[in-house]
């Protein structure tokens, strides 16, 4: 029902050019199907039987508001005046096409990014305002205003709702995908969450990534996209141990990892590699995938993946790829070579940086400052879950080996 | 829909307003290949390049009596160098308009929507 909510939704927003009354008049057409579904049993195409009912339902509302202010828009001037289209418009090439517009609209460059991310949960994968509120850790009275605003600024600012032109659409998938990821990471690293995954938010961003892909076959930093998203999920179950615990990469089960997710992913890496232009989407897909093929840490293909991120950095500098790159070179080349190449990292000393130098110091047989690495570590992260695991870390490196 | 694409200034204004250079020469060459532009697609809807701030009168109207004032009146507008008004599709339209203003270069256009259906602007109702 989700799904087709979202189609009819995007539909009725590409023909009346208003959020607001899409939705409710959507929202109007499910009371109606309750009604008239369960009486005669649902249509055969229960997408455009809803299209067609909230379009019936728009006018209605539009007539209201016609009555009430002489000020009608030019669309809805269009809409009551024009002859009712067939039905041929709900065809499913049609309703893609209007979902993909929707979806570029949402993730328009001019609108805030926490904003791109709130009204594409909102618009495209039909989240509620009070659970797209819950997973940010927001006031569902926050959440409502952001999503309010940010319609009203697509429409007075005249943001477009119509497909990127060629040379836009590089730079405009970019957005989108960096709108997936973001509720993904937001579901996967959940804040202040006392299972520190949100379920819920992963499968919505691998929802929304394989709504793109549908959408777009032949984009290789989608499809790549998609496979870093079902790569890093199939480790899920072994993230948190049983008491709740984070574990560790080189820690964790890798015998429940999820081979069927790893197989798609990989497999998704592959269409991706054919089609010929590698990104970096694509380079972080396949760091994960060697990842999860590897038995273990110690005959992981680090080599590879020191390849990789020398390749991604140029491209692609975010602190967790510098920080990647130091360690998988200290793996490849020896702990002193990643150590060298941490301490040429200007970033602060954040958790993640202080947690790889003590691994590496670790390595290097230099226990005592590898604790008081993982120890300011566990200080200076925001999450109990891995500040506790840290400071586990910590006394597990006060052991000899 | 119309769009006034604001010039504002992020510091010294040679670039626009300087003296009159070879440099200046060829960039104001591209400011008229602009407007020739967006007079033959039909977009041109006005535009002008400023005087400095200090020659702005600031007016105001309190108790029956109107009080002049010297120098810029709000507080951005002494960054305010110049505009243009085009009728554009939609806002990618107008970022593709704003991204060939040599000013871009320099300074920060503000690409703000025109109010259009707003009756303040508009005769009484027949």
């Not at chain 1, 009725?12 to 309750?34: I, K, M, N, S, T």
């Not at chain 2, 105001?60 to 960054?79: E, K, N, W």
Request: charged residues 25%.
């Amino acid at each position: 029902m989700r799904e087709s909510h979202g189609r009819a939704v995007a539909v009725l927003v590409g023909q009346l050019r208003d959020f607001d009354l899409a939705e409710e008049a959507v929202q109007d057409a499910w009371v109606d199907a309750l009604r008239t579904w369960g009486r005669d049993g649902p249509p055969d195409n229960s997408v455009a039987w809803i299209v067609a009912t909230a379009r019936r339902r728009a006018i209605d509302r539009l007539r209201r508001r016609q009555r009430q202010d002489r000020l009608a828009t030019s669309v809805g001037e269009e809409l009551l005046s024009g002859p009712t289209p067939e039905l041929d418009w709900a065809l499913d090439d049609d309703i893609a096409d209007e979902r993909l517009r929707l979806v570029f609209t949402c993730c328009h460059p001019a609108i805030a990014p926490e904003s791109r991310v709130a009204l594409t949960l909102r618009s495209v994968a039909g989240l509620t305002t009070r659970e797209i509120a819950r997973a940010f850790s927001t006031s569902e009275t926050t959440m409502q205003q952001r999503i309010v605003r940010t319609k009203q600024r697509i429409t007075t600012a005249g943001i477009p709702y119509r497909l990127p032109d060629a040379d836009e659409l590089p730079e405009r998938l970019a957005s989108v995908h960096s709108v997936v990821y973001a509720v993904f990471a937001e579901g996967y690293a959940a804040t202040d969450h006392p299972d520190f995954v949100r379920v819920d938010l992963v499968d919505e961003a691998i929802r929304l990534a394989e709504l793109v892909c549908t959408l777009l076959p032949d984009e290789p930093e989608s499809l790549g996209l998609l496979a870093l998203l079902l790569l890093h999920d199939a480790r899920r179950s072994s993230r948190v141990d049983a008491d709740g615990s984070l574990v560790l990469l080189e820690d964790q089960d890798r015998s429940i990892w999820d081979l069927e997710l790893i197989d798609r992913g990989i497999a998704l890496l592959e269409r991706a590699g054919a089609l010929g232009k590698p990104g970096p989407i694509q380079l972080q897909a396949a760091i994960a995938a060697l990842h999860a093929q590897a038995p273990s840490v110690e005959e992981t293909d680090w080599t590879q993946i020191a390849a990789l991120y020398t390749a991604l950095l140029p491209i692609w500098s975010s602190p967790s790829a510098r920080i990647g790159h130091a360690v998988a070179v200290g793996m490849a080349d020896g702990p002193d070579v990643g150590l060298a190449a941490l301490d040429r990292l200007d970033d602060d000393d954040s958790s993640r940086l202080l947690a790889a130098r003590g691994h590496l110091l670790e390595r290097a047989g230099r226990s005592r400052e590898a604790m008081a690495s993982f120890e300011s570590a566990a200080e200076s992260t925001r999450h109990p879950l891995e500040a506790e695991r840290l400071r586990r870390r910590a006394h597990d490196t006060r052991k000899p080996h | 829909m119309k769009y006034l694409l604001l010039m504002a200034s992020d510091g010294p204004l040679d670039g626009l307003v300087g003296p009159a250079g070879a440099k200046t020469r060829a960039m104001v060459e591209e400011y008229q290949a602009l407007r020739l532009d967006l007079e033959h697609t039909g977009m041109w809807c006005g535009g002008e390049v400023l005087q400095p701030s200090t020659s702005a009168t600031g007016l105001r109207i309190r108790d029956g009596r109107v009080a002049l004032r010297d120098g810029p009146a709000v507080a951005t507008s002494d960054q305010l160098v110049g505009y243009y008004l085009v009728d554009c599709d939609d806002l990618d339209h107008a970022i593709d308009v704003s991204a060939r203003i040599p000013f871009a270069g320099h300074g920060t256009i503000e690409i703000r929507p025109v109010h259009e259906q707003h009756p303040a602007m508009r005769g009484p109702a027949p």
